[in-house]
Antibody
Framework: EVQLVQSGTEVKQPGESLKISCQGS????????VGWVRQKPGRGLEWMGI????????RYGPSFEGQVTISADKSGSTTYLQWSSLKASDTAIYYC??????????????WGRGTLVTVSS | QSALTQPASVSGSPGQSITISCTGT?????????VSWYQHHPGKAPQLIIH???ERPSGVSNRFSGSKSANTSSLTISGLQAEDEAVYFC??????????FGGGTKLTVL
């Protein structure tokens, strides 16, 4: 069974750095892209970016380029979302989701439960 | 404001049918047959219930169905059950390795 296990709740102060993770069960990330999605309090979901864990090729959404870093470990089983200097506006739930790719398109099939990040002084 | 527009809430009684709309533009829903729908119970992982506008993954009840017309996709749930109470959100590919999402619709089973 495919499972995406995300790291736990984080409470940080503005200016601090943070790295959250998303681990795929078994070989569930093999030959798949993995995306990160943000949900601010009371708001809808926003696509942040995707990574191919096999070679760490990464694409970012225009609102997130330069604001976060998406990476993967060498085994390709864990992806990360990282901030160098958090802002209060980064307070949100962050989801990872596996992308199914085929000839004519894509869709996200499995999701993690989300990581709540609270940034407050 | 989300890129795709969904009603904030819908409700129905057990056994009834409800439809949730998801409206986008010619750049996303209108250009691709790649709308997916998800059921999300708070605190749990969102679950895929429809992909490619109207395809149902294995194991998903046939009470869930999807359709599309122009820039609007719709999710219909027939024979409402108490366990269907959840948030439902849509997602569409919008080209160039980008995706857009709806704001989510809270379904209440009365």
């Amino acid at each position: 069974e495919v499972q995406l296990v995300q790291s736990g709740t984080e409470v940080k102060q503005p200016g601090e750095s943070l790295k959250i993770s998303c681990q795929g069960s078994g070989d569930s990330f093999i030959a798949h892209w993995v995306g990160w999605v943000r949900q601010k309090p009371g708001r809808g979901l926003e696509w942040m970016g995707i990574i191919y864990p096999g070679d760490s090729e990464t694409r970012y959404g225009p609102s997130f380029e330069g604001q976060v870093t998406i990476s993967a470990d060498k085994s390709g089983s864990t992806t990360y979302l990282q901030w160098s200097s958090l802002k209060a506006s980064d307070t949100a739930i962050y989801y990872c989701a596996r992308l199914v790719s085929f000839t004519w398109g894509y869709y996200f099939d499995y999701w993690g439960r989300g990581t709540l990040v609270t940034v407050s002084s | 404001q989300s890129a795709l527009t969904q009603p904030a809430s819908v409700s129905g009684s057990p056994g009834q049918s409800i439809t949730i709309s998801c409206t986008g533009t010619t750049s996303d829903i209108g250009s691709y047959n790649l709308v997916s729908w998800y059921q999300h119970h708070p605190g749990k992982a969102p679950q895929l219930i429809i992909h490619e506008d109207s395809e149902r993954p294995s194991g998903v009840s046939n009470r869930f169905s999807g359709s599309k017309s122009a820039n609007t996709s719709s999710l219909t749930i027939s024979g409402l059950q108490a366990e269907d109470e959840a948030v439902y959100f849509c997602c569409s590919y919008s080209g160039g390795y980008t995706w857009v999402f709806g704001g989510g619709t809270k379904l209440t089973v009365l």
